[in-house]
């Protein structure tokens, strides 16, 4: 066990029974939960927690809505995904939201299953994932507005509450997919058939969930699912009377060229399902506690959303990089960074994000990334690509951790800092020294510097327009204290550091929080 696996401990495992089951299920391990080696507080949540996140419970509600419409469906995951036990959560997860759901046991155990698919088994990546499924269905919709909706209204559930899954049972020794599912419907002739007199006679049709992994034949899996589609077909079933299917695989558990056409199923990845709300909400749920002061509390702010955008797609890196840093410099940041990163999974493989801002906004991974997705790679993130892993981030030769770490103080901070320089521009009138200076000669002098396309300074701007370095530049006029003095010569060097995509030094940093958490008119 090393240091820099956050998964070496906690693992628990977790049984539950398989829907349409007489028999006991299969101890599934519960995807493990990353407790740091030495030092802070260990995160306890397990993955109930993860479900409730607003990117993980948006994908499951359009899975589930295509599920229920009568849609079959592949989900694809990366191969860490399914390594961890975390996509036998999820699969789980959906299970649990859905009536009538036969779960078939796999070909292979949880432990004999290959731990990663051949090269040769993803190598045939699509030429055009967008056009998988011409018919759009919901699976494939990027909804835009609003896509959390009110969702955070039911995060206060307890993270460890325990609810009854439906997991795959017992494997079985060889045998076909389609024996085993009539073995779980108790039938004996073809369950395909029997699925749909038992539509069609009314009753509730059932949706079947197949995890590819535990299989030993992507063809024979391929077959089921375009078979499937031809009986329901033939029998007049259509919608949601009709029982529909879900392979969850790795890209070589179900390679996308086996399956034929995908007009009538639809085809999910998880990819683009992390947001940075889901880290944010996360790091809420794990409070570093109470701050002594607003400008502590400030401080904690951008501290996480350093974090959060640092480590991006990366949600468990994220928690025990918080946990091994507390703010400071880069140097502090690059170091508690190289002792949350795993170990290197793939070294001397260099995956460079792609510079195509489409890629990141496709709802799935094109052919460039698919390979490095499909390993845990990379990911698409707050509306780009990123590594899931930011071990390129240690190179103190890299600009990559600066800019990021601007990124996020620019989040939190570049609205405060317009929040000062309002409440400023409205004590402008009264601060003005009588007799010297007019409302007019002050919004001249502190107007921005520029020319018009004729050569000619431009009119002079409304006091509310004026920004934060005009108003620096024409401070002379206004009666200031000298602290007011120094909060809007503050104000002015971060705004402009800022803006120039390098971030504040810590120092800095602190003095900004005491200013931007202080009034004005305090002395």
């Known amino acids: 066990m090393t240091s820099a696996d956050p998964w070496a401990r906690g693992a628990v495992s977790r049984g539950a029974r398989s829907s349409g089951s007489g028999g006991p299920g299969a101890q599934v391990p519960k995807a493990r939960v990353p407790v740091p080696e030495s030092g802070g507080a260990a995160w306890q949540a397990d993955d109930e927690g993860l479900a409730r996140l607003p990117g993980p419970r948006r994908h499951l509600d359009l899975l589930e809505a295509d599920l229920l419409s009568g849609r079959s469906c592949v989900w694809y995951f990366p191969d860490p995904f399914v390594a961890s036990g975390r996509a036998d959560f999820f699969v789980d997860e959906l299970a649990h939201r859905i009536d009538g759901v036969i779960t078939v046991p796999g070909a292979v155990s949880l432990d004999d299953r290959d731990p990663a698919p051949s090269s040769s088994g993803r190598g045939t990546s699509p030429e055009s994932l967008a056009s998988l499924d011409a018919t759009g269905p919901v699976g494939e919709a990027d909804v835009q507005d609003d896509p959390y909706g009110d969702l955070l209204s039911d995060l206060v559930v307890a993270i460890g509450a325990e609810i009854p899954r439906a997991s795959p049972s017992v494997p079985?020794?060889?045998?076909?997919?389609?024996?085993?599912?009539?073995?779980?419907?108790?039938?004996?002739?073809?369950?395909?058939?029997?699925?749909?007199?038992?539509?069609?006679?009314?009753?509730?049709?059932?949706?079947?969930?197949?995890?590819?992994?535990?299989?030993?034949?992507?063809?024979?899996?391929?077959?089921?699912?375009?078979?499937?589609?031809?009986?329901?077909?033939?029998?007049?079933?259509?919608?949601?009377?009709?029982?529909?299917?879900?392979?969850?695989?790795?890209?070589?558990?179900?390679?996308?060229?086996?399956?034929?056409?995908?007009?009538?199923?639809?085809?999910?990845?998880?990819?683009?399902?992390?947001?940075?709300?889901?880290?944010?909400?996360?790091?809420?749920?794990?409070?570093?506690?109470?701050?002594?002061?607003?400008?502590?509390?400030?401080?904690?702010?951008?501290?996480?959303?350093?974090?959060?955008?640092?480590?991006?797609?990366?949600?468990?890196?994220?928690?025990?990089?918080?946990?091994?840093?507390?703010?400071?410099?880069?140097?502090?940041?690059?170091?508690a960074l190289a002792r949350s990163l795993p170990d290197e999974q793939h070294p001397g493989t260099a995956y460079e994000p792609s510079v195509r801002m489409s890629a990141a906004h496709a709802w799935a991974p094109d052919a460039e990334l698919h390979d490095a997705w499909a390993d845990g790679s990379v990911d698409s993130w707050d509306g780009r690509i990123r590594l899931v892993h930011g071990r390129r981030l240690l190179d103190p030769r890299s600009h990559e951790l600066r800019v990021l770490v601007c990124h996020a103080q620019n989040r939190v901070l570049l609205p405060l800092i317009e929040e000062a320089r309002t409440a400023l521009i409205h004590l402008v009138p009264e601060l003005l020294r009588r007799g010297r200076h007019g409302l007019e000669d002050f919004c001249a002098k502190a107007r921005p510097q520029y020319k018009d396309k004729n050569g000619e300074a431009t009119a002079s701007p409304d006091l509310h327009e004026l920004e934060i370095g005009g108003l620096s530049a024409a401070a002379y006029m206004l009666n200031l204290t000298s602290p007011q003095r120094h909060r809007l010569r503050s104000l002015h060097t971060a705004r402009n550091t800022l803006s120039h995509r390098t971030p504040l030094e810590h120092d800095d940093l602190v003095a900004l929080t005491e200013v931007l958490t202080t009034d004005w008119t305090a002395r």
């Open 172 to 335: 079985v020794s060889a045998s076909t997919l389609q024996d085993r599912l009539a073995k779980e419907l108790g039938v004996t002739g073809d369950p395909l058939a029997a699925l749909a007199d038992q539509a069609a006679s009314g009753l509730a049709p059932h949706t079947v969930f197949v995890r590819c992994w535990n299989e030993t034949s992507y063809e024979e899996a391929a077959r089921v699912l375009r078979v499937a589609r031809a009986t329901f077909h033939e029998a007049g079933l259509s919608g949601p009377a009709q029982p529909r299917f879900l392979f969850a695989a790795r890209a070589g558990d179900l390679p996308r060229h086996v399956l034929g056409d995908t007009s009538r199923s639809s085809v999910h990845w998880w990819w683009k399902v992390w947001n940075r709300l889901d880290t944010e909400v996360l790091m809420a749920w794990q409070s570093r506690g109470h701050a002594d002061n607003p400008a502590g509390a400030l401080l904690r702010r951008v501290t996480d959303a350093v974090v959060a955008e640092v480590c991006g797609p990366d949600i468990d890196g994220a928690l025990l990089l918080r946990d091994a840093w507390g703010g400071g410099d880069l140097d502090s940041l690059r170091a």
